[in-house]
Each structure stands twice: as C-alpha cells, then as structure tokens.
T-cell receptor, first 111, second 115 residues
C-alpha cells in the first residue's frame, strides 16, 4: 500500500473544528483513503473512508483534494472524547486484508 | 452498529499456561482478525479467517493458533504462554469483499500480561 504522511500532533479547543491533514502523493487511482482513530486503552475505531468525492458521516467529514494527493479529516466540533490518535491509511486492490498503521496524529483537546 | 466483544479486558497468566482469547461479532461478518499491538511496533496481524474453519497466517503466527467453528466466534490460543507474548490483543471483523473498501471493526482489546 502507498504511504501516508501525517503531523505527529495537533491541539484543539473543545467545540472548535479540527482539521487533520494527510499527504499521500503516491496514491494510485484505485486506492481508497481510510481514517481510523484509537482512544487511550481502546481498540481502533473506523471513522470514515472515501475514493474521490468528499464524504460525510455522523463522526466526521473527509475532504479529498482534486488531485487526490492529500486529504483532510474534519471533526466539526471537537469534544474531549475526540482526544485520540488518528490514522490515515490507503487501501488498494491487493488481497492483503491486514491493516497497518503509521504513527498517526495525536490529537489533544483542551477544555 | 457493529459490535465486537472480547472475553476479557485484562488477563494475567503464568509462563507455560495455555491461554484462550475469545472474540464474538454480531454482524454476520465473514472476515475476522487477530492482531497484537505493541508500543513502537504498531499493529501486527497474527491470524485471519475468511470463513468458518478457514484461516490464514498473518505476519507473526508463531506461538499462536486459532479456531473458528462458528461464523460469529474467533478464538486465539496461546499454546504455551511466554513473557514476550505480553501485549494488547485486538480482534476485528469485516464483511467479505474488496480490500480497498474493507472496513474493520475492532473489539476493545485484551491486555495480556504473562509473568
């Protein structure tokens, strides 16, 4: 799978939006962009995924650049429960089902 | 919502014991996974099952075995626990289908300590 690059950490205030960037300049046309997050002492949690168009769900929005070389996960109103490590990964056409996370972005939310 | 449950959140065992970790999912998913997660090493796949009684080795199967007799249940067995198997164990499940759109749902994890 192609690699992604994320900032190590980000801070936000409660009830403010959080924009988490992810660069994936070597993405192929068939790669989906997936986001997971992991709260302290919990298992990873699926957040959202997309291919070309922007996506919204109850947890977040995913904005995908027109050239698909970058994307942004948007948490519209951060809460203390959103403090977690956020992972951006690409999933392609291979038959390899295993998930591999990089270091991710550690999000801290200030009350 | 998909629910994946694991039999224990915390477990302490002694070296040489046989250890059973159980995982149950309630969404009729074909795929089930066992991972372990260690600081600095990330998530590593131990075993993968794509159907009842079907399994594939992941990256680190040594010292582990698995059992899937029913679709909803996937067990991880440590044949003879060793201290280097102290870790967070994560079970996940997903629908069958293309890897590209595969969404995995994780359980809360079992933190196993082997003394």
């Amino acid at each position: 799978d192609a690699k992604t690059t994320q900032p190590n950490s980000m801070e936000s205030n409660e009830e403010e939006p959080v924009h988490l960037p992810c660069n994936h300049s070597t993405i192929s046309g068939t790669d989906y962009i997936h986001w997971y997050r992991q709260l302290p002492s919990q298992g990873p949690e699926y957040v959202i995924h997309g291919l070309t168009s922007n996506v919204n769900n109850r947890m977040a929005s995913l904005a995908i650049a027109e050239d698909r070389k970058s994307s942004t996960l948007i948490l519209h109103r951060a809460t203390l429960r959103d403090a977690a490590v956020y992972y951006c990964i690409l999933r392609g056409l291979s038959n390899d089902y295993k998930l591999s996370f990089g270091a991710g972005t550690t999000v801290t939310v200030r009350a | 919502d998909v629910k994946v449950t694991q039999s224990s959140r915390y477990l302490v065992k002694r070296t040489g014991e046989k250890v059973f970790l159980e995982c149950v999912q309630d969404m009729d998913h074909e795929n089930m996974f066992w991972y372990r997660q260690d600081p600095g090493l990330g998530l590593r796949l131990i075993y993968f099952s794509y159907d009842v009684k079907m399994k594939e080795k992941g990256d680190i199967p040594e010292g582990y075995s698995v059992s899937r007799e029913k679709k909803e249940r996937f067990s991880l067995i440590l044949e003879s626990a060793s201290t280097n198997q102290t870790s967070m164990y994560l079970c996940a499940s997903s629908l069958a289908g293309r890897v590209a759109a595969d969404t995995q749902y994780f359980g809360p994890g079992t933190r196993l300590t082997v003394l």
